[in-house]
């Protein structure tokens, strides 16, 4: 599976809730942005106990708009971040770029950054 398909797959599964289909992308030691906390988390427990942290005060849905390679190997995602909280208000709606690297075929890190006109800002 190309990045850029494993990528949409993830982005699917998080979007349904359903975090076995998404951990199955991450690399055993993957790294990820903890947006919500600060931070980051390391392994795919220790994502599978953010997400359930988040997912029990907010209601977060992204949703990729275009995926951009660097010539490095990572793929830069540009997102439509929209955030509810559990009633339903709208808390947060804006852009945000996702970066990606990867071994082994698998997503070894992620980090959040707000783009600044292209994905490389």
């Known amino acids: 599976m190309k990045n850029h398909d494993l990528l949409k797959a993830a982005y ?6 359903d975090i076995e289909a998404a951990l199955t992308v991450m690399h055993p ?3 990820w942005a903890n947006g919500m906390e600060g931070g980051t ?5 220790a994502v599978r106990e953010y997400w ?15 995926f951009e390679d660097d ?5 830069m995602v540009k997102v439509h971040q929209v955030v509810l909280d559990l009633k339903g208000t ?3 709606d804006h852009m945000v770029c996702h970066t990606y690297t990867f071994e082994d075929h698998l997503v070894k890190r992620m980090e959040i950054k ?7 800002g």
């Open 71 to 75: 010539g490095t190997g990572r793929v």
């Open 52 to 66: 359930s942290r988040q997912w029990a005060v907010i209601n977060p849905r992204v949703e990729p708009l275009s």
């Open 90 to 92: 709208v808390i947060a």
């Open 29 to 31: 030691e993957v790294e």
């Open 12 to 17: 699917a599964a998080f979007n349904r809730r």
């Open 41 to 45: 988390v390391r392994g795919r427990l």
């Open 114 to 120: 707000e783009p600044r006109g292209s994905l490389r």
